[in-house]
C-alpha cells in the first residue's frame, strides 16, 4: 500500500505542473461514474468479485460490429464493467479522416476476387471441353501488392496531414460526449490503446489528453526502449502511466523489465500473463509477485507452454490450457493488488458461438474462482 501511495504522490505532483501544449486543452470532471452497473442482468458489483477487479480490452470483440455504442452494448452483455478501449473505436466516433488504405485495400481485393474468377471461369470452360484433363481452379498467387503510384503517396501523405490536424484539434465537447456513453452505462475505461509512440509531439499530448478526458490513468503502448524512453516524459508531464504490453520478449534470453521501470515511475507494465507463460514457460505469478507495485493491468488468456508438443505457445479455451489463471486471481485477491485483470480473448471459437458469448464465459469463470 505505500508502493501504491507513493505512485499517486508521485501522478498528483506531475499534475500539478502541467505544461501548455498546441491543441485545444480537455477539460473532465473528476467525478467518476456511477459505481453500480445499470443494465439488467448483472449483480451490484458488475464484474468486481473478491475485490478484483475483471475487465476486458475491447480488442476481444474485435470480429464483431464494431463502434463505441457496440463496445458499451458488449459490455453490458458480458457483465463487464471495465475496460481497456483501444483506440480505433474511440476515434472514429470522435470523427477521424478515413484512412486512405482501407480503400486501397479494399480495390486489391477486388481485383483479386475477379483473378480468381476468370480462373475458375477458364477452368471450368476446359472442364467442358475435356472432363477427362480437367484440373480445379487454382488461386491467384498470394502476398501480390501493387506498387505505390505517385498519386496514392499523394493521397496518405494528405491523410496523414488531415489525422494530425483532427488530433490537435480535438474538442473537450467531442470526448465529453465518448465518455457519457460509458458513464451512463457505468463502464470504467481504465486504459487508451493509443500506441502512440510514432506520433508527433502535439499527437502524443492529444493522446495523453484525451484518455485523461474519457476517465483513462493509462495510456498503453507496446514495450521496447524507444517507445519507454518517448512516452514517459509525456506521462510525466500529464500525470498519468505509460503502460507497456508484452507479447514474447521475456522469452528472449537477458530480457529484463527492469531497464524500462528505471526510466521514470510514470512507466508501468500491462502485464501479458499468456504470451509471458507461452514464450517463457514461467509462472507468470512469480513474474506478478515481483514486479505488483509496477503492474497497472494484466491480459488474461490460457495458453500452453513453450515445449508443450504437438501444440506449444498455444491459445486454449480457458481451463484447457496451461496457465494458472486460478492461482493468479487468488494471488490478487489475497494480496488486494489493486491491479486491473483485463480478459484478451483470442482462443478459437466455435461456429456456434461469439466473441461476446466467450467473454461473458471467461467473466464466469473468473467470478466462480474468486467468491
Not at 501544449?21 to 439488467?40: D, L, W
Not at 460490429?65 to 481497456?84: A, F, H, Q, W
Not at 463502464?187 to 502535439?202: L, M, N, Q
Request: proline share 6%.
Amino acid at each position: 500500500m505505500n508502493d501504491k501511495l507513493s505512485r499517486r504522490s508521485f501522478l498528483s505532483g506531475s499534475a500539478a505542473v502541467l505544461a501548455s501544449v498546441s491543441i485545444a486543452p480537455i477539460v473532465t470532471s473528476c467525478q467518476t461514474g456511477p459505481t453500480t452497473p445499470s443494465f439488467p442482468g448483472i449483480d451490484e458489483f458488475g464484474s468486481k468479485f473478491g475485490g478484483v477487479q475483471i475487465g476486458a480490452i475491447t480488442y476481444s470483440w474485435r470480429n464483431m460490429p464494431v463502434g463505441l455504442e457496440n463496445m458499451v452494448k458488449y459490455c453490458k452483455e458480458t457483465g463487464i464493467n471495465s475496460i481497456e478501449l483501444m483506440s480505433g473505436d474511440l476515434e472514429t466516433f470522435l470523427g477521424v479522416p478515413e484512412n486512405p488504405m482501407n480503400r486501397l485495400r479494399a480495390a486489391a481485393a477486388a481485383r483479386q476476387q475477379a483473378e480468381a474468377g476468370q480462373q475458375q471461369g477458364a477452368g471450368q470452360r476446359q472442364g467442358e471441353r475435356s472432363r477427362q484433363n480437367a484440373t480445379p481452379a487454382t488461386a491467384p498467387p498470394q502476398g501480390r501488392r501493387r506498387e505505390m503510384t505517385p498519386e496514392d503517396q499523394a493521397v496518405i501523405a494528405q491523410y496523414n496531414a488531415d489525422l494530425k490536424a483532427f488530433r490537435v484539434g480535438m474538442t473537450p465537447e467531442k470526448v465529453a460526449s465518448a465518455k457519457k456513453l460509458f458513464d451512463d452505462a457505468g463502464i470504467e475505461v481504465h486504459i487508451v490503446k493509443f500506441s502512440p509512440a510514432g506520433w508527433s509531439d502535439e499527437e502524443m499530448d492529444y493522446a495523453f489528453i484525451t484518455a485523461k478526458a474519457m476517465g483513462a490513468k493509462a495510456v498503453c503502448e507496446e514495450i521496447g526502449e524507444a517507445a519507454v524512453k518517448r512516452m514517459a516524459p509525456f506521462a510525466e508531464k500529464h500525470g498519468m502511466y505509460a503502460i507497456f504490453h508484452n507479447h514474447a520478449q521475456y522469452g528472449t534470453e537477458g530480457f529484463s523489465a527492469d531497464p524500462f521501470l528505471a526510466v521514470s515511475p510514470a512507466v508501468m507494465l500491462n502485464f501479458d500473463a499468456g504470451h509471458y507463460f507461452g514464450s517463457t514457460g514461467l509462472n507468470p505469478c512469480d513474474f506478478i509477485r515481483k514486479y505488483h507495485d509496477r503492474i497497472f493491468s494484466i491480459h488474461l488468456k490460457d495458453k500452453t507452454g513453450p515445449k508443450t508438443e504437438p501444440a506449444p505457445d498455444e491459445n486454449q479455451v480457458w481451463g484447457q490450457g496451461e496457465v494458472p489463471l486460478a492461482e493468479l486471481f487468488l494471488l490478487i485477491k489475497k494480496e488486494g493488488w489493486p491491479i486491473y485483470l483485463d480478459i484478451e480473448l483470442e482462443y478459437p471459437i466455435k461456429r456456434w458461438s461469439d466473441q461476446v458469448k466467450e467473454v461473458k464465459t471467461c467473466v464466469q469463470y473468473a467470478r466462480n474462482i474468486l467468491i
